[in-house]
């Protein structure tokens, strides 16, 4: 399967620690991004990469949030101190080139924050 | 700023029976694009269509069809002969041309239910 994936697809963790999320996505799609999505309402961007480059954040993605894309393959979003509020369905997704091209999303991680 | 409007939460037809979902946008730019996805309980976001804003040609696939009104800002889905396993929700989404234009909104989704 040559889609897209991420892993893990459930995470459980206590409010404060940290956690980390990891997206493969569909090989030679130099763009990959990053949404948020929470019971009832359309996913949220957060960021994006053109390869290894971040070039946009939301205002969405606050201090605590890092994302990285070291080599233009996979990439990782973490989230530090994690809070109650974080919990969400965190979407991956990628596209083949620049401009308004559709966007293939991953499964996604389901992150639960007690 | 962009924004995108599904005013159905939800929607519950029986097998058969055609339904229409309704999208309302807002955006500044002249150009853009529209776009509709499915989520089905699965969970994985499947890409249906995207349509520029210099097409208004309505565009079929199967028994899925849309309706691109640029008059009335609506970019509407509808699905003729509704199938169990079209059960899912829908989003519509708007990317603006200008600026970054991968601020792909998303509006708040229908969830669609065909009953057998």
């Known amino acids: 399967d040559t889609g897209v994936s991420q892993d893990p697809r459930h995470k459980i963790t206590k409010r404060g620690q940290n956690v980390t999320f990891r997206c493969d996505p569909i090989s030679e799609h130099n763009r990959l991004y990053w949404y948020r999505q929470t019971l009832g309402q359309g996913p949220e961007f957060l960021t994006y990469f053109q390869n290894e480059a971040q070039l946009e954040k939301s205002r969405l993605l606050s201090d605590r949030f890092s994302a990285e894309r070291p080599k233009g393959s996979f990439s990782t979003l973490e989230i530090q101190r994690t809070e109650q509020g974080d919990s969400a369905m965190y979407l991956c997704?990628?596209?083949?080139?620049?401009?308004?091209?559709?966007?293939?999303f991953g499964p996604g991680t389901r992150l639960t924050v007690t | 700023a962009q924004k995108v409007t599904q005013a159905q939460t939800e929607i519950s037809v029986v097998e058969k029976e055609d339904v229409t979902l309704d999208c309302v946008y807002e955006?500044?730019?002249?150009?853009?694009?529209l776009f509709w996805y499915k989520q089905p309980p699965s969970g994985e976001l499947v890409f249906l269509i995207r349509?520029?804003?210099?097409?208004?040609q309505n565009e079929i696939s199967g028994r899925y069809s849309w309706n691109f009104q640029k008059s009335t800002s609506s970019f509407n889905f509808t699905i003729t002969a509704s199938q169990v396993v079209d059960s899912a929700v829908y989003f519509c989404?708007?990317?603006?041309?200008?600026?970054?234009?991968?601020?792909?909104?998303f509006g708040a989704g229908t969830r669609l239910t065909v009953k057998p």
């Open positions: 989404a708007l990317s603006e041309a200008s600026g970054n234009n991968n601020d792909m909104r």
């Open positions: 955006t500044r730019d002249t150009t853009y694009y």
């Open positions: 349509r520029n804003s210099f097409d208004e």
């Open positions: 997704a990628s596209s083949p080139w620049e401009g308004a091209d559709e966007q293939y």
